[in-house]
Each structure stands twice: as C-alpha cells, then as structure tokens.
C-alpha cells in the first residue's frame, strides 16, 4: 500500500531551529511536496523537490532522497507565526497527491 | 503566478439545502482538479479527482449521488453538496494540477468552510 510517515507533533524554540521528516513508500514517484497549514486555512506551497539533494528558500529548506523515501523539512531561525501543521505529500504515478498524517509544530518563546 | 480561486469562502446554511462551490484556475488549464475534505484537527481526505469533459472518480466510502462534481471546462470544477446535513458541516478545498509548471504542479484554492445548522 501506500504510506507516508511524518512525526505528529513537534516542538521547538523560537530562534531555534528544527527538522521535519518524511518517509514514504508509494505506487511510483513524481516528486514530493511539503506545505505549511495554519489552522483554519487552505495549506500554501513551500516546496517542490522531485531530484535528490537540497533546495534551499530563505529560511526553509528541503531534502529528498528518492532511493531512502526520505524527506525532511528544515526550518532555520524559527518564529512564532512558523506555529502550524506541516504536511508531506508525494505525488503517485497516477499524478495524485498522497499526504501524510501533517506534522503540528509548536513554538515556544 | 498561478491561482486557483475558490468560492464561496464560507456557507452557513440549514440542514436539507444543496450548495455548489466553485473552483476555478485563473491563468492555466486545468484538465484536473481535486476536491477534499478536512474535519477538524485531521488531515486532508481526497474526496474525488475531477477530469475536463468525463465522470469525476470518487474515492471509497464517498457517496457520488451526494458530493456532485462537473468539471465542464478547463478552468471550472464545482462541488454540489446536495442535501446537506450537519455531519456535511467541514472545510473543503480544491486543487488543481498545473501540466505546465516544474516546479509547483498542483495549486490550491482557499478553501469553504461549510456550517449546516
């Protein structure tokens, strides 16, 4: 079957920083995705990656490893208004979205 | 960039009424869109996937004759809940797949947040 694991809550310091992770096992791949849903609200984008390695967006940053079926998400200098579920989400070989479970990050001050 | 609008945004309606929420992408094609469901504190269940011009695919244990979908242009898929009771009550958010952008190829809409009384 199909599954992706992340964490269910996580806390962590503002200023500080932290590391989601992500496995997946999945019927094909076509790139794994993380958004960021603060509650109440539709998730945003934060990134894309479908080749292994890093990418980096200010202060968010994304790993893949495709032959691990490992991702994770960092956050660097962490504030209060990054408080919110994480999700990972890889995109199957029918195009279709598998998410995981979302990970609830909380600062603290 | 590209955006998918959703509407409306917020329903609160009594119990027995059918309501339609529209998804619409605003500056590319979308042969396909998804429709889901988020109840409180749990994370996102696809519903069903939308395809220009044929019959949408429902995921298990979710009901067609009740959760209608059409998506009858490249750029409209609506979700009618039909007779809707307060265990329809949720947040609902389309998204739609974007064939021609790398590196962002599914957008979201903002959601509906549906209230039956």
């Known amino acids: 079957g199909q599954n992706i694991d992340q964490p269910t809550e996580m806390t962590a310091t503002e200023g500080a920083i932290v590391q989601i992770n992500c496995t997946y096992q999945?019927?094909?791949?076509?790139?794994l995705f993380w958004y960021q849903q603060h509650a109440g609200e539709a998730p945003t984008f934060l990134s894309y990656?479908?080749l292994d390695g890093l990418e980096e967006k200010g202060r968010f940053s994304s790993f893949l490893s495709r032959s691990k079926g490992y991702s994770y998400l960092l956050l660097k200098e962490l504030q209060m208004k990054d408080s919110a579920s994480y999700l990972c989400a890889v995109m199957d070989s029918n195009y279709q979205l598998i998410w995981g479970a979302g990970t609830k990050l909380i600062i603290k001050p | 960039g590209a955006v998918v609008s959703q509407h409306p945004s917020r329903v609160i309606c009594k119990s027995g009424t059918s309501v339609k929420i529209e998804c619409r992408s605003l500056d590319f094609q979308a042969t396909t869109m998804f429709w889901y469901r988020q109840f409180p504190k749990q994370s996102l269940m696809l519903m069903a996937t939308s395809n220009e011009g044929s019959k949408a695919t429902y995921e298990q244990g979710v009901e067609k004759d009740k959760f209608l979908i059409n998506h009858a242009s490249l750029t409209l898929s609506t979700l009618t809940v039909t007779s809707a009771h307060p265990e329809d009550s949720s947040f609902y958010i389309c998204s739609a797949r974007d064939l021609s952008s790398e590196n962002q190829p599914q957008h979201f809409g903002d959601g509906t947040r549906l209230s039956i009384l």
């Open positions: 990656n479908v």
């Open positions: 999945t019927s094909g791949f076509n790139g």
